[in-house]
């Protein structure tokens, strides 16, 4: 997951998490925490910066109105917002940082809110500036262009924001959007509420003696235990809970969907899709090929699912048993281990890749271990553009942890060299791109680990990793994004999104995808609520970037671990372009059209060539 400051672009992906990890028995070891001193030397410092900012913001005033007087002024106008973004990105970072490495903690708390505050109020100052860039006009601000070198890093944002003029409103109605963010995020935060802190979870008694509440963190530690009973039991139980409140959350759901058809409409777009996606100008026609390809590529899922009935000696495949792993490994890593394994997996991306990434290893960017307090979970902060990125994860010794630390990682060489190439304006990468990083550096360690495995029992381990990673990403999320699309459709016909009709949506849509019709899995009615449980869906229409990312992955890795030096050369640039241009673009000039067919068959065809190896196995 990367995780960008909030003036940038902010996001979580954790599913509903119980806040605090487990601590290790000692210290943990100082080169296995951040240094956040290379931002501020002590929160007195950020305190100081923090009140700067807010000081500089009511002089963006004195720029509005002038903009279009002559290029120098302009040139001035946009230096200045954008030292500010910067400075605030920064100030971002430790905030959260430190938030998030003790949430316990009422100052680091207080700390954050006191910086989201301050980019409420950036974002409420420069608001007048693309209302008035849009008056101006294309062919002015293209002789400022001209005329002025001190705009060379702000071409494309000019461009990007001349391009959304039919969608840009009036100053007083771009002020009036931009302050109700508060009252369009508030299905997301009652959601929130709910889902965290208010539920009554269920308790249930295994078959052990164990009791365990089904809470997020509880369902997601049992519902791959090897008792079938017990799986069903944590199941039925924990969706059980969540259908008590199907009209609560469909209320909230419903108000989130709502609340973009709303925008959507103010803002000009035909529907809630290519206003959601048009930030990036990515073409709605991605979107759909994503959806329209992943349907056609069922009958692979369908096969993985007949493969996993028949390794786990069942009869018949429940819902139940979708998590359960077909092999168990033992084996225990350190984090050097993991630094290892990821620098040799990498090694066909070139010397100076894994160089960079050793550099990051051996420094203090990241905050690898659990401990009391600290945030669940994974992500990577590049928010701190004149410093480096950094990276929160929980090391647990498993091979997840391992694959997380090369995913992570793939994020923070992605923003290294973005930083490296792109002045701070053009630097700042979208979603679209960034999770092809990641997911590249996952799949060349897959490779390796499937490659090097010295037994049968390992080899078919790691397949399953591998597999799991294409069904859950590629599939389960691009189901994800056929839900979004049916819900928003839905409701821009005028039909009401209560509990019972999103559950209905969502219950054909998982009956599709396990192939329940075919008799592929068997998909109980109860579970058609699981929607509930995702809040990815309070982000209208982003998820589908995890599977648009793992097929550009799949059709670059390939190519690069066979050792094609110009196909390496091409994805580096990728990564080196940054945001200085649209990501739908970036990949097309790289040779990957992702609104074709290409991305989604290669990560089609890996899944097909990974069950032709786990077949081989099962019958050898």
Known sequence: MIKFGAVLLSLSLLAPAVLGADAPASPPDPHLVWDLSELYPSD?????????????????ASFKGTLGNDAARLAKALHTVSD?????????????????EDTRNASNQDRLQRVELLENDFSTASAYMDPEVVAIGATKINQFIAADPALKSFVFGLKDTLRLAPHTLGDQAEG???????????PGRIYTLLANADLPWPTVTLSDGRQVKLDSQGYTATRDLPNRDDRKKVFDAFFGKWAEYKNSF????????????????????????????AKHNIPETVYRALVDEANKGLPTLYRYFELRKKLLGLPELHYYD??????????????????????????????????????????????????????????MNPGAYDVHPYVLANFTGNYDSVSTIAHEWGHAMHSVLAEKNQPFETANYPI???????????????????????TKEDKMFFLNQAMETIRTTFYRQTMFAEFELKAHEAGEKGEALTGDALTKIYLDLLKKYHGDAQGVVKIDDLYGVEWEYIPHFYND????????????????????????????????????????????????????????????????????????????????
Do not use: C
Request: net charge neutral; aromatic share 10%.
């Open 44 to 60: 007195t410092a950020w305190d100081a910066e923090r009140k700067s900012i807010a000081e500089a913001l009511p002089g963006l």
């Open 84 to 100: 500010l973004r910067r400075r605030l990105g920064r100030l971002d970072t430790y905030a959260s940082l430190k938030r998030d």
């Open 250 to 277: 469909g209320a909230t759901l419903g108000g989130n969907v709502e609340g973009t058809i709303f925008e959507a409409h103010t803002r000009h777009y035909p529907n809630s899709v290519s206003f959601a996606i």
């Open 432 to 454: 679209f791109l960034a999770e092809i990083a990641s997911t590249t550096n996952e799949m060349l360690l897959q490779d390796q680990q499937i490659a090097n495995a010295r």
């Open 176 to 186: 009036v959007l931009a302050a109700s963010g508060e009252v369009r995020g508030a």
């Open 541 to 620: 229409f982003y998820v589908y970037q995890y599977a648009t990312s793992l097929s550009a992955a799949a059709y670059f890795s390939h190519a690069i671990a066979a050792g094609d030096t110009k196909v390496r050369d091409t994805y580096l640039n990728v990564l080196k372009s940054g945001g200085s241009d649209y990501p739908y673009d970036i990949l097309k000039r790289a040779g990957l059209d992702m609104a074709s067919s290409a991305p989604y068959q290669a990560i089609i065809a890996r899944m097909n060539m990974l069950l032709d190896q786990m077949d081989a196995l099962q019958k050898g």
């Open 322 to 379: 979708m998590y359960v792993p077909l092999v168990k490994s033992d084996k225990s890593y350190t984090v050097d281990e993991a630094k290892k394994m990821t620098l040799s997996a990498v090694a066909p991306l070139g010397k100076d890749y894994v160089d960079m990434l050793a550099k990051g290893f051996s420094e203090s960017w990241m905050h690898a271990l659990p401990q009391p307090g600290k945030k669940p979970g994974a992500y």
